[in-house]
């Protein structure tokens, strides 16, 4: 692997880690004010400073990105399973079955998953449900696009067209002869599909319509401690790392995982 | 200086996963004096092509020059630079692919091309590379040498972009040329115009060259000199002649065996019952029209009849519908009109509406050994599929018959636990065709399963084809462009044009005219193995493969119209030819009559033949 690669792998892990044992290794509760100074500086006491309240940044921290990497993997999932699922159905019947899903998710493709979100909040109201099953809404159609080009180029392969001249259904052609010759590009497209649901949730949440006080994710910390961007508080800026690191960490990994994937194809 | 090239030791190595080297060409030498062509030949992974490159100081990725000499001229090329390397590359070697198709930017004319080498290096200005690249589209037998070069790369028909290549490497006068493999891409009737160009320009110029390919018949028309390689190790260097002749070592006789394929038993008697029956065909691609006919229509009227324990051969060149004609049969392509009966009942054209049995007792088996077997499973997987979707057959029952398939063409039980990349082009073929033989069929549709394998390995698959058809009472389709495997291996014989029957009889009514014009072209097309054949052949061959996009003959005539060099002005292009039936029950669709044809085939049949005799008198 790529010292990149390695790079990515290392803070992936890491930030799994926070998000499983956070709570556990907090050394305050979440809601604790626990320091009289607001936008505190980076101490002993205090390793990533106070925020506006006098809260201490790194159990906010633990605790908000349970909930960013949390909502943003069950999201990513949902949004590549059935986007997946739904392109080996197309792939696989072809003719106007192929065409009907194709237009509409072409159709859900055209909006924009910020406007949508927005809508769908100002709708029904901001909770964790809604906030997942509107990412996972709006990155179907691109996990589909993709799985579906994938499908289309494995099902003209002649294992696939043997298949068919033995007999088989449809069903298992998609599942056994298709499925597993496109799961690692898939997986890379799982990676970006994270990354981009981070990025959606933590920009509701910076807009204020994603999770609710006193629950807090990456985004609302930075959004709750805008006032001490004035100040340079790290309250602001160390959750923004947090997204930063989070992001470009697990672009990295993805990136070294499919060059890997391309050298062994060439050999 | 007594040779042009010499090349003293040459050794390349390729970096193993593991950090390791593995030597993949040991210990070369060889060279070539002034205007001569030495052949390396050899099959796939014998190190041919690496040679090849390592001529122009090249070493493809992960490969290394591990040592020996190189001396062209009065350069010794493996002590260049990169700025030596560049001055030496298209100006003093230069190289002709196996696929010009691929090597051709399709955004930039022709022309533009073909000068850039002379130009990059200098050589010439653009107006005198410019006539002199018409001079070589003149010598390369190219039609309209002087508008050619203003035609995009898919105006032109293959043989003719691979004569362009020619053109290109010879722009800039190069000491040596490198071919590679080029015509292996191409049908028989085109290679034959490309190979005469390549001889005629090589002849004229005194160029000096390396011609790599793996087909010993083609190699016989061109070197003067042949090295046979196997392994990256040299096994013979000689005379074209005496290698030909009197090859010395024993893989050099082996590649001449199977060069020239011997007939393999015939199968059941000719009056055997009809197992597949295939009357009125029409069949083919896209959007379906108010008439129920495919826009594109790639099978037209095919009448066929295969006998129950009998091999039918169906031979034509890429694009004349024999695939479609197996994908018709094995159900993957709807038929427009015309039906298929198998044993006399008709067979839904539709995958859906056949039922298992039917698909049972009609197996396919394509081509490409490597993308037939799916990466994902392993052997024993592929195997244990049709075992339980056709016969219900599980756990130890169906380990117990993947080991007696496996047994049966003949690969090692062990090869079970492993997946398809971890075996050879060979083995997967077999793997291929044991999962077909799985189903226990009535029927194989064989696409062109030897053409993607080496000589060797191919013949191998060949014999395994008639003795499985022996014990087991197949029958086969066996589709094919090479008439050569289709001569080993079947008792019938059709030959495919542009979707119709333009012939068709028994084994034996191939060997021996009359033909239908095309067949005649496509028999005598086919190199033999022996100098001079390509010098000695009638002129009635000599008819340019149409370019792409001149269009089909208007629906209904011959459709061999405009490459026929016996076709009647008035008739031909007026009325749609009749189905002859001549004795023996072949049959030809022509306007000429058997006797007609007879009497131009012999005649100009007979010219290769009285050459023969001038040779042999000349020794």
Not at chain 1, 126 to 136: C, K, Q, R, Y
Not at chain 2, 298 to 321: C, F, H, K, P, W
Request: neutral net charge.
């Amino acid at each position: 692997m790529s010292l990149a690669g390695k790079i990515g792998l290392f803070f992936v892990v890491a930030w799994l880690l926070a998000a499983i044992f956070g709570p556990s290794i907090a050394p305050h509760p979440v809601g604790a004010v626990v320091s009289p100074d607001v936008f505190g500086a980076f101490s002993s006491a205090y390793p990533l400073g106070t925020d506006y309240l006098g809260r201490d940044m790194l159990s906010r921290i633990l605790y908000g990105s349970r909930f960013t990497i949390g909502l943003a993997l069950v999201a990513a999932i949902c949004a590549s399973v059935t986007g997946t699922t739904i392109a080996l159905v197309a792939a696989t019947a072809g003719g106007w079955v192929d065409e009907l899903i194709s237009r509409l998710m072409d159709a859900l493709i055209s909006i924009p998953s910020k406007m949508l979100a927005l809508v769908m909040v100002a709708a029904f109201g901001s909770s964790v449900g809604l906030l997942i099953l509107t990412a996972a809404v709006s990155y179907t159609p691109g996990a589909f696009r993709i799985a579906r080009s994938l499908a289309v180029n494995v099902r003209t392969l002649e294992y696939v067209l043997a298949a068919r001249a033995r007999g088989e259904r449809l069903p298992y052609v998609g599942v056994v002869e298709i499925l597993p010759n496109m799961v690692n590009p898939m997986l890379a497209d799982f990676g970006l599909r994270f990354v981009f649901v981070v990025l959606l949730l933590s920009g509701m949440s910076f807009l204020g319509l994603g999770v609710q006080p006193p629950d807090a994710d990456l985004g609302s910390l930075v959004r709750e401690n805008i006032s001490g961007l004035f100040e340079g508080a790290p309250a602001v800026v160390v959750p923004a790392i947090a997204i930063a690191t989070l992001t470009v960490s697990v672009n990295l990994l993805i990136d070294s995982f499919s060059g890997r994937t391309g050298r062994v194809a060439e050999n | 200086m007594s040779a042009l090239v010499e090349v003293q030791g040459l050794s390349v190595v390729v970096r193993n996963a593991d950090g390791g080297e593995t030597a993949i060409v040991k210990d070369v030498s060889f060279s070539i004096p002034k205007g001569r062509v030495l052949a390396l030949i050899g099959e796939s992974g014998s190190g041919k092509t690496t040679i090849a490159l390592s001529l122009l100081g090249y070493a493809r990725r992960g490969c290394r020059i591990a040592g020996g000499s190189i001396r062209i001229g009065e350069t010794q090329v493996l002590d260049l630079d990169d700025e030596g390397l560049y001055a030496l590359r298209g100006a003093k070697v230069s190289y002709i692919a196996q696929s010009a198709a691929a090597a051709f930017n399709p955004m930039k004319t022709i022309m533009d091309q073909v000068v850039e080498g002379a130009v990059i290096h200098g050589t010439a200005t653009r107006a005198a590379a410019e006539a002199k690249a018409v001079e070589l589209f003149a010598a390369l037998a190219l039609p309209d040498p002087k508008g050619i070069g203003a035609r995009y790369p898919h105006q032109v028909s293959g043989g003719q972009l691979q004569r362009l290549m020619a053109a290109m490497a010879l722009i800039t006068d190069p000491e040596l040329v490198v071919l590679d493999e080029p015509t292996t891409a191409l049908d028989v009737t085109t290679q034959i115009e490309v190979l005469r160009a390549f001889k005629k320009v090589v002849r004229e110029r005194g160029a000096t060259a390396v011609y790599v390919s793996h087909d010993l018949a083609v190699v016989a028309q061109m070197a003067d000199q042949i090295l046979v390689l196997s392994d990256g190790e040299m096994r013979e260097i000689g005379a074209t002649d005496d290698i030909l002749v009197r090859p010395r070592h024993a893989y050099t006789q082996s590649l001449l065996a199977a060069a020239a394929p011997q007939p393999r038993g015939e199968g059941a008697a000719k009056d055997a019952a009809a197992l597949l029956e295939i009357r009125g065909l029409v069949a083919g691609y896209g959007r379906v029209g108010a008439d129920g006919m495919p826009a594109t229509r790639v099978l037209d009227d095919i009448d066929l009849t295969i006998a129950r324990g009998r091999t039918l051969g169906v031979i034509g060149e890429s694009g004349s519908g024999k695939t479609t004609l197996a994908r018709v049969v094995a159900g993957l392509v709807p038929a427009a009109r015309g039906s298929v009966l198998f044993e006399g009942q008709p067979l839904p054209t539709n995958l859906t509406e056949r039922t298992r049995e039917q698909f049972r007792r009609i197996q396919i088996v394509f081509q490409n050994a490597d993308t037939v077997l799916n990466p994902a499973h392993s052997i024993a997987r592929i195997l244990a599929r049709p075992l339980a979707f056709y016969h219900g057959v599980r756990g130890e029952e169906a380990a117990k018959r993947i080991a007696r398939l496996l047994d049966l063409v003949k690969l090692p039980a062990t090869l079970a636990t492993r997946k398809p990349a971890e075996l050879s082009g060979g083995q997967k073929q077999r793997v291929n065709l044991a999962r077909a033989l799985a189903a226990e069929p009535d029927l194989i549709l064989c696409d062109e399963v030897t053409s993607a394998l080496d000589t060797v390995v191919g013949a191998a698959v060949l014999d395994l084809l008639a003795e499985l058809r022996r014990e087991l009472g197949v029958s086969l389709m066996f589709i094919s462009h090479d008439i050569s495997t289709v001569r080993a291996v079947c008792d019938d014989v059709a030959v495919l044009y542009s979707g119709c029957k333009v012939d068709s009889g028994r084994r034996k009514d191939i060997a021996a005219p009359p033909f239908h014009p095309y067949a005649d072209l496509l028999i005598s097309s086919v190199p033999e193995l022996r100098s001079g054949w390509l010098d000695g052949l009638p002129a009635r061959l000599a008819v340019e493969a149409p370019a792409p996009g001149a269009g089909k003959p208007p629906p209904g005539l011959c459709t061999f119209l405009d490459r026929c060099p016996v076709r009647i002005a008035g008739l031909c292009d007026q009325v749609a030819p009749p189905r002859r039936i001549l004795e023996g029950g072949k049959e030809i669709l022509c306007h000429h009559t058997g006797a007609e044809l007879e009497a131009v085939q012999v005649t100009k049949a007979s010219g290769p033949g009285s050459r023969r005799r001038d040779e042999t008198e000349r020794i």
